[in-house]
């Protein structure tokens, strides 16, 4: 409850006011006069993972040990040790308002040594395929604004691992299904790849004098087109809205539980590889 309302409160509090914060909220889940001890000793957060949708974090969540789970305001947070380190994973929800919120709140509550932008991206050039890995250099969002990453790989070190790049990485609002639309955007930004949330983060851990990194796989190839339902499916907002795509495409095409299915095997086995991978990489961040 004290981590709820922590959460609750923070947004609205500056960071030299975060103390004031937490003893109100502490007071108001005490009972007056009495004094109140915390069952668990409170989390020092390490390394903060921010991660879009539930099915990316799910590999890393796996890992973790001694975990535990809170759900807060804008996000679903799971504690544990990963890779011997104080970890939190936090599912924030799709999109850049979504992982901005989360970061802001992870930052505020936290401030981690390091915040990870994690999970899935789209190949935006032709020699990175499925199951490859992003660890870009550099973030460039759709307006052109370039933002710099804190743990870099040189290229030596990156063509000597097979399926490791370090090209800039595009972050965009939307999925691409066109291989013209991936082609042009290769061009425009000069990225290797696009994913949802990584910009949104980067800005908040610049803004905030955080560090900061981000390790991204590859589910979409160059070449490889998702099923038109799935797009349809993405660009409703609500609930009711997916709901309603999912059971139209059905209806429509019964063969879309078969590519919903195939899609849902190929997430899990991605993430499961995200997961080992990135218990690698946050053994070798300094403190």
């Known amino acids: 409850m004290l981590r709820w309302l922590v959460s609750e409160m923070v947004r609205n509090a ?18 007056p006069g009495e004094v109140t001890e915390s069952a668990e000793e409170p989390w020092h957060c390490e390394i903060a993972i921010v991660v879009g949708m539930g099915v990316e974090a799910g590999g890393v969540i796996d890992l973790l040990k001694d975990a535990r789970t809170t759900r807060c305001a804008h996000y679903v947070e799971h504690a ?5 380190r104080r970890v939190v994973v936090a599912v924030s929800g799709t ?16 401030r981690p040594g390091w915040v990870v932008a994690a999970g899935f991206a789209a190949a935006l050039q032709n020699d ?10 550099s973030v460039v969002d759709q307006a052109g604004r370039v933002l710099a990453v804190g743990f870099q790989l040189d ?9 490791l790049h370090c090209g800039q990485l595009l972050s965009i609002d939307e999925l691409i ?3 013209e639309e991936k082609r042009r955007l290769a061009e425009q930004h000069g990225a290797v790849a696009c994913d949802m949330e ?8 610049q803004r905030c004098q955080t560090r900061f990194l981000s390790v991204r796989i590859i589910t979409d190839g160059f070449d490889e087109r998702l099923p038109e339902s799935m797009v349809t499916l993405n660009r409703q907002k609500s609930l009711s809205g997916k709901l309603g795509a999912a059971a139209g495409a059905i209806w ?13 095997q190929d997430a899990l086995q991605a993430s499961d590889r995200l997961g080992r991978f990135l218990t690698g990489v946050i053994a070798q961040l300094s403190n």
């Open 14 to 31: 500056s960071r030299k006011g975060l103390r004031s914060v937490v003893e109100q909220a502490a007071q108001q889940v005490s009972t």
């Open 80 to 84: 544990g040790f990963l890779g011997g």
């Open 95 to 110: 999109g850049a308002e979504a992982a901005n919120q989360t970061t802001e709140d992870l930052i505020a509550l936290y």
């Open 128 to 137: 990175i395929q499925r199951g490859h890995f992003v660890m870009p250099q």
């Open 155 to 163: 290229s030596e070190s990156s063509t000597q691992m097979n399926g």
């Open 177 to 179: 299904n066109s291989i």
């Open 198 to 205: 990584t910009a949104a983060v980067a800005a908040c851990c």
């Open 252 to 264: 429509n095409r019964p063969g879309t539980v078969k590519d919903l299915w195939k899609l849902k």
